[in-house]
């Protein structure tokens, strides 16, 4: 489904994980619009909300895996 938040684009290094999700920078541990990012990979997020995981692709796919 699309939903009202989107993947621009992630970056993971030396330095850790990093992606752009609504145009902000976020890492594994930031909150965004009551989501908490728990993974960040190439061309996806892993996201929880009240318990439940989504993943977030940066061709604007979310769901529940």
């Known amino acids: 489904s699309r939903a009202s938040i989107s ?3 992630s970056v993971t ?3 850790g994980s990093s992606a ?3 145009g ?3 890492q594994v541990g930031s ?3 009551g989501y908490r990012i728990e993974e ?3 061309h996806q997020v892993i ?3 009240e318990g439940k995981r989504y993943s977030l692709d940066d061709q ?3 769901e529940s895996p």
């Open 20 to 22: 752009v999700v609504n």
């Open 31 to 33: 909150e965004i619009l």
């Open 60 to 62: 604007g796919n979310f």
């Open 40 to 42: 960040i990979q190439t």
């Open 47 to 49: 996201l929880s909300k």
């Open 7 to 9: 993947l621009r684009g």
């Open 13 to 15: 290094d030396a330095g």
């Open 24 to 26: 902000s920078l976020v």
